[in-house]
Nanobody, 118 residues
């Protein structure tokens, strides 16, 4: 059972990135996937979540209107499309699985760095 994130990098303010979270060892049809982030020197916070099967999505206030979470069931992968990025979005981004959005995490990914800077 594993989650592997990819897609992080350095981007200028106002730019976009798409993060991927590839799951192996279990199917996303039955588990929720959440995206979390930990800015430098701060605690980890929730960003977005998609329910098993993709029926429901949730966003933090800072992500609403700028980020979009989606699932490709054929690839067993969840994406986080991030637009209009701001310097305060700089963080290590993690994906994690749980039985449902808001419940305790079962598996964490290793994280991917996102840096928003000019």
């Amino acid at each position: 059972v594993q989650l592997v994130e990819s897609g992080g990098g350095l981007v200028q303010p106002g730019g976009s990135l798409r993060l991927s979270c590839a799951a192996s060892g279990f199917t996303l049809d039955y588990y929720a996937i959440g995206w979390f982030r930990q800015p430098p020197g701060k605690e980890r916070e929730g960003v977005s979540c998609i329910s098993g099967g993709g029926g429901s999505t949730f966003y933090s206030d800072s992500a609403k209107g700028r980020f979009t979470i989606s699932t490709d069931n054929a690839k067993n992968t969840v994406y986080l499309q991030m637009n209009t990025l701001k310097p305060e979005d700089t963080a290590v981004y993690y994906c994690a699985s749980s039985n449902r959005c808001g419940s305790s995490v079962n598996v964490w990914g290793q994280g991917t760095q996102v840096t928003v800077s000019s």
